[in-house]
């Protein structure tokens, strides 16, 4: 079953002969048509397009061209992207007359890459939920238990990836959109730097003030595969106002030291996350790395910033966006908005107050990651939740959304990498996922970090629809 094979190994078949990009594609495309009516992760399924581009992969491969890193590979991108002559929704009715004149740079990059888009994947409206559901196609469910989220915003990608239907592809993140959809389905992701892949063809535009927190960044089942797609998107693009010339690098994980934080300050998080954390510690130890606790100085405020900027400041223009046509808004896209139109409309004098006290919360913040340049936290304080669910019960006291997201919304904040993988599963069976935090630009030892902790951890669980199949 070639879809069974990770990203990379597809792509080391294609390019030494053994397997035919049209078999690579339909058996993606077989694996969809079976299993999309239970998890409803496409928006536009494009079958006729992905055939005729694995036929044109497959002349390049035999007629010996130099096949491109992800020659005759099957990919999906998160219907945030632009891709040309498609709507990009963002799941919502407001956007879906509107086709995309341009592919975005991630997909330009993808396909340059020799990479053969299968779809676009579903998301909340306007992106703002950790929920994916909208009146585009309505709710995507977890490959892992339909009465469950798959996470959000970049829940239709991790919903197609976790099933087998793809192999990886391009999301989003502005306040843990790919972190916690991987860590629901139990695949990888990776929030890069702001600027180090390219979000230039985004919808919401990923410009100032947004794009301090927002980021586009890749989505695949293990750190391996993320790490080469982040290969193929990351790079300087002018298009992008937060790209910088930072090149590939080989990271150097000699004398590393790591710090651990079992849950964000005394919010706390269920049993079986704060073990995960804890046996990732144990196997960064057994690699040989100086693993301590670490409890940073002065974040304590920082998820409350970042609401500021991810719900209070934005709130106004969906409101705009949405007057006179109430009707057409999804709960998704207004669940939030609702929430900050409630409280103070931001002032010229607030914004920049508090951009100047996240400055400074990010320059303490670096000064300590001097010593520990990598963290080990959790992702949320929840694993995957079930549809609507707003509280959930820790082993000490019961949490809401917002304190649950507290391990991931900081990193959007401070504009700091974070890498998630799968570390185990909880007393249901669900997927447990770690977070590696890293500083800006250290993308690549993150990627490195995560490729080690994989080894050590082992074969990763699978979902039963998955599991049931071997």
Known sequence: MPHRLTLTEMAAQVRARALSPVELVDAHLARI??????????????????????????????????PGPLDGVPVTIKDSFDMAGLA???????????????????????????????GKTNCPEFLGNYETDNYIIGRTNNPWDFERTPGGSSGG???????????????????????????????????????????????PAIAHPGGLLGVGGPMARNARDVKLLFEVLAGYDTEDPFSAPVPLRSPELSGLRIGVMEQFYDVPVQPAIAEAVRKAARAAEGLGFAVEEFQPRGLERAPNL???????????????????????????????????????????????????????????????????????????????????????????????????????????LLGLPGMVIPFGTDESGLPVGIQLVGRPWEEELLLELAIRLEEARGPSALPSLVAEEL
Not at 92 to 107: G, I, K, P, Y
Not at 112 to 118: F, K, R, S, T, Y
Request: proline share 6%; hydrophobic share 40%; with cysteine.
């Open 157 to 203: 990608e991790s919903a197609a990836i976790a099933s087998f239907c793809s192999p990886g592809g391009i999301g989003s993140d502005g306040g843990g959109s790919i972190r916690v959809p991987a860590h629901c389905t139990g695949i990888a992701g990776l929030k890069p730097t702001p600027g180090r892949v390219s979000a230039a063809g985004h919808v």
């Open 33 to 66: 048509e079976k299993l999309n009516p239970k998890l409803n992760a496409f928006v536009v399924l494009l079958a006729q397009e992905a055939r005729a581009e694995a036929k044109e992969a497959e002349q390049r491969v035999m007629s010996g061209d130099p």
């Open 306 to 412: 970042w609401w500021f900027f991810f719900g209070q400041v934005p709130a106004r223009f969906t409101q705009a966006l949405i007057a006179g046509r109430e009707a057409d808004a999804h709960w998704t896209g207004t669940e939030f908005m609702e929430k900050a139109l409630a409280e103070p409309e931001p002032t010229a004098m607030k914004i920049v107050e508090n951009l100047a006290v996240r400055d400074k919360m990010r320059a303490a913040l670096l000064r300590e990651m001097e010593r520990f340049p990598v963290l080990i936290t959790p992702v949320c304080g929840t694993t995957a939740w079930k549809h609507r669910q707003r509280r959930y019960q820790t082993a000490t006291k019961e949490i809401g959304l917002f304190e649950a997201m507290m391990p991931v919304t900081w990193l959007n």
């Open 88 to 118: 990009t929704t963002c799941g919502s009715r407001f956007f879906r007359e509107t086709r995309a004149a341009h592919d975005s740079t991630a997909v330009r990059r993808l396909r340059g890459a020799g990479a053969i888009p299968l």
